[in-house]
């Protein structure tokens, strides 16, 4: 059969190049400490910030809504999918940042993926001459996103203020879109926003942030990137994912009012698939309130304290840690194989740290992509930095 051995060949080609990837079957909750493969291991490698998805007040709040709204909704969000438990998230998620925004509204999606196909195929999609900027290291579904709209997309490099400038200066597009994470998610370093927002306010440019890194972690409340930045306009679409530090699932993409009614006319991610269940909004009103709450400022506070940590024990020579303030803390390595070695070797320790290869990142920097949450203790990220330093002089 030549279609199974051609894709056999390309998955060879793969294996050679240290690029197949393989899954882990956990049988635990998602936590600091997980159980595969009968050990006990400790994550360093989940995009669960806080801790808080595997929360006893998330799991009653989830149960609950599942008692009180049944499981499946049962159709789009346009057909009657649409219930009362939505609605107030809606409402919650439209306040939790609405102080950075004008006439604000939120809208929920299944996943941050489909929220970041439906901003950028909605917000282009009256326009056959619209533009896209989108940073370099931006998030794969942003790429993805701004691929399906048919708009003219330009690149600009990483954090280069002058370049997206030039862009904006040259172009002719009525509706003009800046696009960027706001915690670049591979590398943990936070995008220039103030400068970027004034850039598009200069130019009349929309400019959407993917904040599925800040929401929850950063600004005194968790309310994220924009909070951080203090940061407010008419110009700005945020996208905050729901399922890391919120700790359940889904996203949601808040801005002015007139944004989210054209994405619920005209983003097809929004309108041609199945509304979450109700009982997730139900658990995420759940989470809000301990984002916003003690327990949030708290946990945030523990997370910071382990960031520094890091930063303090780290004694690296050959490999580079990478600047971060965030929970992202990436330590460069390089080569593919010396990579996936180093991880190995962790794992073997009973250090699960995620190894990160291209295409994920770009050829030649592949790296360990270290995750701290706030579920960790002191003790833990210690043993973690004797690890490492020990593993680079090996
Ligand atoms: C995780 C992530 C997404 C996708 O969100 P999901 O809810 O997991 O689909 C989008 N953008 C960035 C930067 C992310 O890290």
């Not at 240290?18 to 360093?44: H, M, N, W, Y």
């Not at 740290?353 to 030649?364: K, M, W």
Request: proline content about 4%; charged content about 15%.
């Amino acid at each position: 059969m030549d279609l199974l051995n051609n894709l056999q060949s390309q998955l060879d080609v793969l294996e050679q190049h240290s690029l197949i990837r393989k899954r882990r079957t956990v049988d635990s909750p998602c936590g600091p400490r997980v159980q595969v493969g009968g050990r006990e291991l400790l994550a360093f490698c989940t995009n669960d910030y806080l801790g808080l998805a595997s929360h006893p007040a998330l799991a009653a709040a989830l149960a609950e809504g599942a008692s009180l709204y049944g499981v499946g909704s049962g159709a789009s969000h346009l057909i009657s999918g649409h219930g009362r438990a939505h609605a107030q998230l809606e409402e919650r998620l439209a306040q939790f940042v609405g102080a950075h925004l004008e006439s604000p509204r939120a809208l929920t999606f299944c996943t941050g993926y489909m929220a970041n196909l439906a901003v950028l195929t909605g917000l282009t999609a009256g326009d056959r001459d619209a533009e896209i900027f989108s940073e370099a290291l931006n998030h794969a579904s942003l790429i993805d996103g701004a691929r399906l709209s048919r708009a003219t997309v330009k690149v600009y490099p990483h954090a280069d203020l002058a370049a997206l400038g030039a862009l904006l200066a040259a172009s002719k597009a009525a509706t003009k879109v800046v696009v960027t994470d706001s915690v670049f998610s591979m590398d943990g370093n936070l995008a220039p926003l103030p400068a970027i927002l004034a850039l598009c306010e200069q130019h009349g440019a929309w400019l959407v942030i993917d904040d599925a890194h800040g929401f929850g972690t950063l600004g005194q409340n968790g309310h994220g990137a924009l909070e951080h930045f203090n940061l407010k306009s008419p110009y700005l679409v945020y996208m905050g994912t729901l399922g890391k530090a919120a700790g359940v699932g889904g996203a949601f993409i808040a801005a002015h009012e007139l944004v989210i009614e054209t994405l619920i006319q005209k983003a097809r991610p929004y309108i041609f698939t199945t509304a979450t269940p109700q009982a997730m909004a139900h658990a995420l009103l759940t989470s809000l309130d301990l984002l916003e709450g003690p327990e949030g400022q708290r946990r945030r506070a523990q997370l910071q304290a382990l960031v520094a940590q890091l930063d303090d024990g780290l004694r690296l020579e050959r490999w580079q840690r990478m600047p971060s303030a965030t929970a992202i803390q990436p330590i460069l390595i390089g080569d593919n194989a010396e990579t996936m070695q180093a991880g190995a070797a962790l794992y073997e320790q009973g250090l699960w740290v995620g190894a990160i290869r291209p295409p994920t990142v770009p050829a030649g920097t592949a790296r360990l992509r270290v995750t701290l949450s706030a579920g960790h203790t002191d003790e833990e990220v210690a043993r973690l930095i004797t690890a490492i330093n020990a593993l680079e002089r090996t």
